[in-house]
């Protein structure tokens, strides 16, 4: 089963920015918090992940809760290009043959022109 | 960036065939590959995880036998959907890991149909 719960969907306006939240309670001290998205037809696209501190790159950025019970990833200005289906997963950083990644439902995220 | 180039993109087969679908990483060592598939409007589904060298790790409910996953070198995995009926016709997606804190990097997918 997925370790990560997200809202079904989100809307919002062009321009504007977006927080897509993820919970994920069940955390252990070694799962990195992932982000991916996707759009119609394609395979997923990474995004960013983070293990404890914020992160930034030129897509987004990784706010983690201090407990890493939950993450948002923000789009700091949304285009209708960010339209898409956005996971959040959780992938354990040991190194062991039981390295899965299970994905859950995600948020599809809506534009608004 | 890293990237994985998977093909065929689209494959139409006959009901009986076998169809191989390749997934390569074109600029880095890929020791753990995944497999996944995915139905319209629904969520990716991990059929197996493959390590370089070592037997495929199936999920529960995956047949192993028709699914037949070979991951013989750090660039390239194939899985091959045997004896293919209608009902194995999904979008096949794989995705390549160096290490484990690294990020994923993913095929394109691939349509298969089987009529």
């Known amino acids: 089963d997925a370790k990560t719960t997200q809202p079904n969907s989100m809307e919002s306006n062009e321009e504007e920015p977006v927080h897509l939240p993820c919970n994920h309670s069940?955390?252990?001290?070694?799962?990195?918090i992932h982000w991916y998205r996707q759009l119609p037809s394609q395979g997923p696209e990474y995004v960013i992940h983070g293990l404890t501190s914020n992160v930034n790159n030129r897509m987004a950025s990784l706010a983690i809760a201090e407990d890493r019970k939950s993450s948002t990833l923000i789009l700091h200005r949304a285009t209708l290009r960010d339209a898409a289906v956005y996971y959040c997963i959780l992938r354990d950083s040991l190194m062991n043959r039981d390295d899965k990644i299970i994905f859950g439902k995600g948020t599809r995220l809506h534009i608004l022109p | 960036g890293a990237v994985v180039s998977q093909h065929p993109s689209r494959v139409i087969c006959k009901s009986g065939t076998s169809v191989k679908i390749e997934c390569r990483s074109l600029d880095f060592q890929a020791t753990t590959m995944f497999w996944y598939r995915q139905f319209p409007k629904q969520s990716l589904m991990l059929m197996a995880t493959?390590?370089?060298?070592?037997?495929?790790?199936?999920e529960q409910g995956v047949e192993k036998d028709k699914f037949l996953i070979n991951h013989a070198s750090l660039t390239l995995s194939t899985l091959t959907v045997t004896s293919a009926h209608p009902e194995d016709s999904s979008f096949y997606i794989c995705?390549?890991?160096?290490?484990?804190?690294?990020?994923?990097?993913f095929g394109n997918g691939t349509r298969l149909t089987v009529t």
């Open positions: 493959s390590n370089e060298g070592s037997k495929a790790t199936y």
């Open positions: 069940t955390i252990s001290g070694t799962d990195y």
């Open positions: 995705s390549a890991s160096g290490q484990t804190n690294s990020p994923l990097h």
